[in-house]
């Protein structure tokens, strides 16, 4: 009976979120943690979960996800330069954000250092990136470079996160500096520009390489 229930509510909040993505790039429903969890596996694109509500733009662009297989590439050639131990991800693993109501976002780009941890009871939520990386989009831009933003910081493992944008050579960088609570915030907008990554450096060209800008 109560597995029945759960898939009903997974049904219905499907077909809202269908619904309303028909209409809207951005999507936000009010929702339990248990609600989230139970239509995550129900659709074919990533969903959040935000201060009670589940988030989603639906399907990413092309060139969005060029531009994040691209990155994935060359961090696995930075980070084979390293002795420590890393592991890269894609965006099908997420992150849990530490606060009181819960938070659940998944990310583009995610490094681990060292041994993943994970939620309790969970294999594909980290709760110890190292680093994160989001490819934007118009629909989540604001949502990512503001709300999401200030989660990541509460994260105490995670040392930089990054943002690309995938419509202009514009790539934002903020490095957790020795003092924990304070970010160095650096932005490139040039393809002779190199980001700074773990002491080493990606080329702007390189992230952008054969990425084509509309309009």
Do not use: C
């Amino acid at each position: 009976m109560i597995k029945n229930k759960a898939m009903v509510i997974a049904k219905n909040l499907k077909e809202t979120i269908l619904t309303e993505l028909n209409t809207q790039k951005l999507v936000r429903i009010p929702a339990s943690e248990e609600e989230y969890f139970s239509v995550t596996e129900e659709l074919p694109f990533k969903i959040e979960y935000h201060e009670n509500e589940i988030i989603t733009m639906g399907l990413a662009s092309y060139w969005h996800e060029k531009i994040t297989a691209t990155f994935i590439g060359l961090l696995f050639q930075l980070f084979n330069l390293q002795k420590e131990d890393f592991d890269i991800l894609g965006s099908n693993s997420g992150v849990q954000i530490p606060k009181f109501e819960g938070g659940y976002y998944m990310p583009d780009v995610m490094v681990v250092k060292g041994n993943p941890v994970f939620k309790e009871n969970s294999r594909t939520i980290i709760t110890n990136p190292y680093i994160i990386v989001e490819v934007l989009s118009p629909a989540s831009k604001a949502f990512d470079l503001s709300e999401k933003l200030s989660e990541y910081k509460l994260m105490s493992s995670l040392q930089q996160v990054i943002y690309i944008n995938p419509e202009k050579v514009s790539v934002s960088t903020f490095i957790r500096s020795e003092n924990p609570n304070t970010w160095i915030n650096q932005d490139f907008y040039s393809l002779e520009d190199a980001l700074p990554v773990e002491n080493h450096s990606i080329s702007l060209a390189d992230i952008y390489h054969k990425i084509k800008f509309e309009g």
